[in-house]
Nanobody
């Protein structure tokens, strides 16, 4: 059984930083493209970042480009999302997901179209 545990969320002031982690157990992620989604209050879920299985390819939504950085440590079966210069509009539940598909295919998937995903971690940015 694959388990996905996101952590690192919390309350931060605008302009601050948070680092999210996504630890996967029950499956080795070193062949999986990994993605981060978020769902802001009252809005549709959106993909914010993705990383290829080797870490040599990344994708960012326009709204977070230049502020967020996705990375991975396959030895630790963990993916990270470093979030800097946070804005109140970044307030959302952040989810991690993984798929055996390529990153090009992965960025076209909704959260529940991945092979596995987590329950999310809340990020709240105060103004």
């Amino acid at each position: 059984q694959v388990r996905v545990a996101e952590s690192g969320g919390g309350l931060v002031q605008a302009g601050g930083s948070l680092a999210l982690s996504c630890e996967v157990s029950g499956r080795t992620i070193n062949s999986d493209a990994m993605t981060w989604f978020r769902q802001r209050p009252g809005q549709d879920r959106e993909l914010v970042a993705a990383i290829s299985w080797a870490g040599d390819g990344t994708y960012y939504a326009t709204s977070v480009k230049g502020r967020f950085t996705v990375s991975r440590d396959n030895a630790k079966n963990t993916v990270y999302l470093q979030m800097n210069s946070l804005k109140p509009e970044d307030t959302a539940v952040y989810y991690c997901a993984g798929t055996r598909k390529t990153i090009v295919q992965a960025v076209r998937l909704d959260l529940d179209e991945n092979d596995y995903w987590g329950q999310g971690t809340q990020v709240t940015v105060s103004s």
